[in-house]
């Protein structure tokens, strides 16, 4: 279950991220975090804090919450 949910996390963040036209580079240098963190949040590899969400929400200019409504990806993705 837990994996389930990192992985569609790091979906929806990289959704997001492609939405915005913005490499993982460009994330990473605007939220103030590594590019390898990034990259690991993506593929769900990362259990994201509550600072970083707030960074890269900040980054991608939208809510906090904005990042935390994944609903739309569908389990077997």
Known sequence: MDEQVLCKFGLHIKALRKNKN?????????SELDRTYISGIERGKRNVSLL??????EALNLK???LLDFSWIKDDE
Request: glycine share 0%; proline share 0%; charged share 10%.
């Open 22 to 30: 913005l490499s993982q580079e460009q994330l990473a240098s605007l």
């Open 52 to 57: 970083n969400i707030i960074k890269i929400s």
């Open 64 to 66: 906090a919450s904005a």
